[in-house]
């Protein structure tokens, strides 16, 4: 059974980062792709970035273009999501998620709260 669990979130002050984790388990993950999607309050989840597990290959949101990076340590099972320049509307919710077309396997999330 595949587990997904996040860490990393936090609060912190507008302009800092953070760096969030995904340990993943159960299976290998060779032909995933992981991905970071985010729920804001009152808002419908969104998609942040993705990363193919095998090859590294990325895709983002335009909007997180330039301040978030995804990544991911084969040796280690762990997706990584690099959160730079935040701002108080990146507060939400961040879920990990994987999956082999789409993305049947979610973590629980975790808060992340940026102060201004």
């Known amino acids: 059974q595949v587990q997904l669990v996040e860490s990393g979130g936090g609060l912190v002050q507008a302009g800092g980062s953070l760096r969030l984790s995904c340990a993943a388990s159960g299976r290998t993950f060779s032909r995933y792709s992981m991905g970071w999607f985010r729920q804001a309050p009152g808002k419908e989840r969104a998609f942040v970035a993705s990363i193919d597990w095998s090859s590294g290959s990325t895709t983002y949101t335009n909007s997180y273009l330039g301040r978030f990076t995804i990544s991911r340590d084969n040796a280690r099972n762990t997706l990584y999501l690099q959160m730079n320049s935040l701002k108080p509307e990146d507060t939400a919710v961040y879920y990990c998620?994987?999956?082999?077309?789409?993305?049947?396997?979610w973590g629980q999330g975790t808060q992340v709260t940026v102060s201004s």
């Open positions: 998620a994987g999956g082999v077309g789409s993305y049947n396997y």
